[in-house]
């Protein structure tokens, strides 16, 4: 049944207390458009937790909102200023679609907010024609890890198909013996913003099986096993940019010799 | 006979230098009738159209004049003899061969004007007008015009697809939603032989031009963004496949999509030959075409670097954002030096301008893109998001997209396709996942690429194709919806709230002009 998450904002209180730089929020809330341009992919993304009532800058997903539906936010507060949309700026930070939540969609003009010009990110994934040199050994036993959405198998553009990639290289210079690919989501419930979000089991299983589809297209003749696991448990890990939920919904790609 | 076909070029191209170039009054929109017109009252209008079997020497170099200009054809390893060649002869018992529908004077595609001129020559006897996909149905009355109205007015070939869908090698595919017939103009979507119920569904689209092959089958990326999963090889060559050849991309290969072509639009019993295919896939990756000359005069003038040599001599796949960027070909003429001004008529400056906006204006342009599924759904850019024309038709020197390009951007699908009566309508019912922008149901006049994948989501998704030798191919889109340049300009403007100015609007129809 679907949600209508606009009462929400009226449990709000008037005011915010401020909140520290590397402070981890979590919310359900819905986005807006603030219809900035300094070119493509320029626009600002802002949305207002309404516990505590603050507006926040969450652009920097890169998994961005879609204004018909609530996102799940986890981020971090950033000392980044207010200059490009308006609002503090959460960094690094998930926007995950929640499309059992309806929003009615809300755009705001620029009002003198820049926004930000787009720059290829880090995790940009190389073009067949500059693809780098082969990695050197000697090569051991490693794991890689790709992250998802919430409740998705999709391999985020300029993200985790960036990651997976990257370890395909590895692989292919390293030639083991075989992947194990493991998939997991995050099923045990949590409230957030009044609401109960648990990732579906089978999404494990889908997760699994597209990072081993992508491997099997990458590295040809290599042997895959799948594998799947629920109820995820946030781990330390690089690419999930200190996140912890992000963390919880992952591919383990284990490289045996 | 190539040596004819040269003279006859030169010719051509002479006229057109010393005739009169009337210029539209703000940014030059060029009109070229009067030379289109002359050219076949001396016996050119034989000349374009390349009939089957009939053994013209394909020449390393050949011109067609057209409403924008020159368009210019070049054979790589040229001139070819056409005799007993399998592109050029009718393989199949239905008449045709491969270039019926892809005429070299109509950007290796197939015009209305074209299909007119050989409705009107031949008394609707020539092959292009057999029943099985040359008509709106077989079961129609085949001397009638009206029978084949969509070919004629729209340059429409009928595709018959499974239903349900089955992938290229036949294995089935389990459809995530219900189609039913709304409306058959035509019979070509009901009765005993067709329909969903009897397993066939008829659409109807435009030829896509088989020319600049190697940019069409280049990857520039081994990931698809749009599917977020990893491109598929092909199973027999191993290389990676581009999805970008067909427009619901049920075909990955030249080689299946000649068995494809082969199989229906020449009618062969009989799969053909591999002799064949490698003789006709030779020819289609040595075809380079691109309009030469447009109001503005040669597009390899002043620094300009426009035409099919370019195309020739340049390595395809390459993502524009990241090297040479789309439409630079044509930078120079931002800044046009005193010495071309001095040798150029102000029209053909003015209209130079124009070209140089237009190439600005497609890469920098934005506006904000929204409910386009394909873009704006899982790749992370959100919905929506404020982009250019290039950030889809983002492949250096072609236009077309570097990943896959299958991408719904409404031409097909109500609300946002233009209203046609003599279409068939079909009622999409989504099964599971309603599609995200759609709903549970979805009224199309094709599904595009969900007729392949089987897939609700994929509804209306259309693959991008080539924006080259444009100028020579009108009728545009897959439905052949945009009767000129300015229509495929103003169907953006509208469906994206865009905003374009008239000027604006009018440069990037130049532009679009001399690609």
């Known amino acids: 049944m679907k949600k209508l998450l606009t009462l929400l904002a ?213 042997e895959i096993v799948t594998r799947w696991e629920t109820g995820s448990q946030p781990m330390d890990l690089s690419d999930a940019d200190t996140i912890p939920g992000q963390s919880q919904r992952r591919v383990e790609i284990k490289v045996e010799f | 006979m190539q040596a004819q076909n040269r003279t006859k070029a030169r010719t051509m191209r002479e006229r057109t230098l010393g005739g009169n170039l009337a210029l539209g009054a703000a ?78 004077a109509d950007g290796m595609s197939l015009s209305t004007a074209s299909v007119r001129a050989q409705w009107d020559a031949t008394g609707g006897a020539d092959p292009l007008f057999a029943a099985y996909d040359g008509s709106n149905c077989p079961t129609l009355p085949q001397g009638e015009r009206a029978s084949h109205s969509l070919l004629l007015d729209r340059g429409l070939i009928r595709i018959e697809r499974p239903w349900p869908p089955a992938q290229w090698n036949g294995a089935g595919v389990e459809p995530d939603f219900a189609i039913e017939v709304v409306r058959d103009p035509n019979g070509c979507n009901s009765g005993a032989e067709y329909g969903p119920e009897a397993g066939v569904i008829s659409v109807y689209r435009r030829p896509r031009p088989i020319g600049n092959m190697k940019y069409l089958l280049a990857v520039g990326f081994d990931l698809d963004p749009k599917q977020g999963v990893a491109l598929p090889r092909d199973p027999e060559t191993g290389v990676y496949l581009s999805g970008n050849l067909m427009a619901d991309n049920r075909v990955s290969t030249l080689r299946d999509q000649m068995f494809d072509a082969g199989s229906t639009h020449l009618g062969m019993l009989d799969r053909m030959s591999d002799e064949d295919r490698h003789r006709i896939e ?140 003599d279409l068939p309508l079909f009622r999409i019912t989504c099964l599971n996942d309603p599609h995200p922008y759609y709903g549970r149901q979805i009224l199309t006049y094709d599904p595009g690429f969900a007729l392949t994948t089987g897939r609700c989501a994929d509804v209306g998704k259309i693959t991008l194709q080539s924006m080259r030798g444009l100028a020579a191919r009108a009728p545009y889109f897959s439905n052949g919806s945009a009767q000129d340049l300015h229509a495929v300009v103003d169907y953006y403007d509208r469906r994206y709230n865009i905003g374009y100015s008239e000027q604006e609007k009018q440069d990037l129809v130049n532009l679009m002009s001399v690609l």
């Not at chain 1, 986005?31 to 626009?43: A, E, H, I, M």
């Not at chain 1, 996102?71 to 679609?97: H, Q, W, Y």
């Not at chain 2, 380079?288 to 670097?305: L, S, Y």
């Open chain 2, 282 to 421: 030779a020819f289609e990756l040595s075809i380079f075409v691109a309009q030469q000359r447009g109001g503005g005069g040669e597009v390899d003038d002043g620094g300009a670097t426009g035409g099919p040599a370019t195309l020739r001599d340049s390595e395809p796949g390459e993502l524009g954002a990241l090297g040479f960027p789309v439409w630079g070909e044509f930078a120079a003429w931002e800044e046009i030096d005193e010495e071309d001004r001095a040798r150029l008529t102000p029209e053909e400056v003015a209209f130079r301008e124009s070209v140089a906006r237009g190439a600005r204006i497609f890469r920098e342009r934005t506006f904000l893109v929204s409910d386009a599924a394909g873009l704006t759904t899982q790749m992370g850019f959100g919905n929506p998001f404020r982009v250019a024309c290039k950030m889809c038709h983002n492949m250096t020197r072609m236009g077309n997209d570097v990943a896959p390009g299958q991408v719904d951007l409404g031409t097909t699908t109500l609300p946002f396709a233009d209203h046609f009566d």
């Open chain 2, 27 to 104: 940014a030059g929109a060029v009109l070229l009738a009067s030379a289109y017109a002359s050219a076949s009252e001396e016996g050119d209008g034989l000349d374009r159209w390349w009939a089957p079997g009939e053994g013209r020497t394909f020449p390393e170099l050949l011109d067609y004049d057209n409403e924008h200009g020159t368009l210019r054809t070049l054979l790589v390893g040229g001139p070819l003899e056409t005799d007993g060649h399998p592109f050029f002869e009718p393989i199949g018992p239905n008449g045709r061969a491969c270039v019926t529908c892809h005429q070299p």
């Open chain 1, 10 to 222: 009226f449990t709000a209180p008037l005011s915010a207390q401020a909140q520290e730089a590397g402070e981890l929020v979590s919310f359900v809330s819905c986005p807006v458009y603030r219809d900035t341009d300094q070119g493509r992919k320029s626009g600002c993304w802002l949305t207002t937790d309404a516990a505590s009532g603050q507006q926040w800058d969450v652009s920097h997903s890169p998994y961005k909102p879609n204004w018909d539906y609530a996102i799940f936010v986890e981020g971090r507060v950033s000392e980044e200023g207010e200059d490009a949309c308006g609002a503090p700026v959460l960094e690094p930070v998930r926007t995950s679609r929640l499309l059992d939540i309806d929003c009615t969609r809300h755009m705001i003009p620029a009002e003198g907010y820049p926004g930000r010009f787009f720059i290829a990110p880090e995790r940009y994934i190389t073009p067949l024609a500059r693809r780098p040199e082969a990695p050197e050994g000697p090569f051991e036993e490693r794991t890689f890890y790709a992250f998802f959405e919430f409740d998705r198998d999709f391999l985020v553009y300029q993200y985790s198909d960036f990651i997976v990639q990257q370890a395909a290289y590895w692989i292919e210079a390293a030639q083991p013996r075989r992947l194990v690919v493991t998939g997991y989501a995050a099923t045990d419930p949590i409230t957030v913003s009044g609401v109960e979000l648990a990732e579906s089991p089978e999404i494990a299983q889908a997760r699994a099986e597209n990072v081993a589809l992508t491997l099997s297209r990458l590295l040809p003749g290599m």
